[in-house]
């Protein structure tokens, strides 16, 4: 199966993917206990979790020099500092503290998440296969099984610190198989400056930040939702955000045969349209079983939206151009982590859960325009820039 050989392929990049999943999966069953803890409202809980964003957009421009520096090392050790920092906002009580414990996670995250992939970009060169899909299903599966179990350590009363324990002592037993990625590529010497074409780039990075924008509210927010709009317990919260990771591995792992047969635009306007509607009837569900199926359609068709859009931006420059324009996109898409807890603690508290939910159906739609754009740009011959 070709899945299953793509992840054999990559099992050592593959295990930082796990990792990465097992802890957001855990934090977003964990979100109701985390804010009822602060004693915040939701919109001050929204600017909090601003922390881990902030950390995260700075380690994208360190990370590559963590990753040069510490060679064949840097993957094990970013795994290690993550599962560090989340011991920090796992024991805040006060605000500031919750905070500042986010900005150290953030930071972890950035450093992992941009080795983990650049591991996986080398061998993709290395092998001539498409691996990515594969491996950001595996986080999704990850994280959606973590969100379940959680929600099950939470009705048997488990104090969140062990559970966070309970993942790092994961974490530490795929150490070896970490360690056992490749090197990183040496850079070779630039032979001059190239300009990219601005405006494809721009596109796809806001395509793709929309997609995490939406990504990010279901994860942080569904449980929340779940529990005090609809009136669920502990185990029916965690159940929302583990089902967008449930659908959205199914969505990525399938995402892969879908980008052989249809044009990376259609999957995206079609993947658009399906999230919106998931959404939607999220934020009308009128109890915990309706607002299920709309998180599972909704985690449906933003899990390939990310992927392809990261994937049109590589395809519409020149070879040469290829990581800057990826590297670019990237930039823009993780600004969606600094404005979906802004947006979503904003809108929760001025109108409530529904109408943030609802706010995230329209974004969904406005990923529409800028995707014709590109089908325009990506039907034309490839212009080479001087």
Known sequence: MAILSALRLTRAPGAAFVVMGLYWGVFAAHVP???DRLGVDDALFGTLLLGSSLGLLSTMWLAPKF???LGRAALPTAAALLALAWIAPSLAVAPMAFALGMVGVGMA???????????????????????????????SLAYGLAALASGVTREAGLPMIAVFGGVGL????????????????????????????LWPVMLCGIVVMIAFLSEATVESWSALHIERTLGGGAAQGALGPALLGVTMTLGRFGGQGLAERLSETAVIRVAALVSATGAAIAATAPGPMV?????????LGISVIGP????????????????????????????????????MGGLSEAFGLRAAFGAVAVLLLMILPPVLALRRRAAAPLAVPA
């Open 33 to 35: 206990v985390f804010r």
């Open 170 to 197: 994961l974490a530490l037993g795929l150490m070896p198989l970490l360690s056992r990625a490749p090197a990183p590529a040496v850079a070779p010497e630039e032979g001059g400056a190239v300009r990219l074409p």
């Open 67 to 69: 990753d040069q520096g």
């Open 308 to 343: 392809m859009g990261l994937a049109l931006a590589g395809r519409m420059v020149a070879p040469h151009q290829r990581s800057q324009a990826i590297a670019r996109v990237a930039v823009i898409a993780f600004c969606a982590f600094l404005i979906a807890p802004v947006l």
């Open 109 to 139: 995250s950035g450093l992992l998440d941009v080795v983990m992939n650049a591991r996986v970009s080398q061998i993709e060169a290395r092998s001539g296969r498409s691996l990515m899909n594969a491996n950001h299903g595996l986080f």
């Open 291 to 299: 607002a299920y199926l709309g998180f599972a359609v909704t985690g």
